[in-house]
């Protein structure tokens, strides 16, 4: 009975998405003054984008994926040879300071550890040598920064190292639910 009353359930929940998603349909909106949205991470021409990060790397929106740290640019990925954020120092960093067209913005994302504000200045006081503005932050909030710096068109360079753990939300939670139910849904013939 318990096998019966769950795929009452799902078939329930499927019924019920496939009349919501078919109102959303009917329902567009044709005229002057219709907004629209734009995906950044979708547009090629926007340069490389951040789309995702786990604990063994980063995938970007080309589907490429890179395992562990990685030096990003605008059109450009490189494996980083750094193994945490205390290999971080002025030999990792001055790739960075060496490429051409100078960056304007390196964003650094030191995984999910707690930023110092001594660890901080280090990185601050070398690139500042070099001319170029710095910000230190925890990997997801680079992955984003990077994207919004990048999408502006600006001259900016990213170093990551992946996060140690990840946290999950509710959204994070409700996509795998989604994914789930999917699964059980029988196509339309």
């Known amino acids: 009975m318990n096998v019966l009353q769950g795929l009452g359930r799902i078939a329930h929940q499927s019924i019920r998405r496939t009349i919501c998603t ?27 984008m951040i789309n995702s990060y786990s604990q063994y790397g980063f995938r ?4 490429m994926v890179v395992i562990g740290p990685m030096a990003i640019f605008s059109r450009t990925v490189l494996s980083w040879n750094v193994e945490s954020y205390e290999d971080i120092n002025d030999e990792s ?18 995984g999910d550890h707690t930023i110092t504000p001594g660890f901080s200045k280090k990185i601050v006081d070398f690139m500042k040598r070099y ?9 997801e909030q680079a992955c984003s920064t990077f994207n919004f710096l990048n ?24 996509r795998k639910q989604i ?8 196509a339309d013939k």
């Open 22 to 48: 078919s109102l959303i349909r009917r329902s567009t909106y044709e005229s002057d003054g219709k907004t629209s949205v734009t995906i950044l991470n979708k547009e090629a021409d926007a340069g490389l």
């Open 60 to 63: 970007l929106n080309n589907d």
């Open 93 to 110: 960093l001055s790739l960075f300071c060496a490429i051409e067209p100078k960056i304007d913005v390196l964003v650094v994302g030191i």
């Open 131 to 139: 001319k170029i503005n710095v910000e230190v932050l925890g990997t």
């Open 151 to 174: 999408a502006e068109n600006r001259v900016v360079a990213a170093a990551l190292i992946p996060p140690m753990t990840i946290r999950v939300n509710e959204d994070d939670l409700m």
């Open 179 to 186: 994914q789930v139910s999917r699964s059980f849904e029988v």
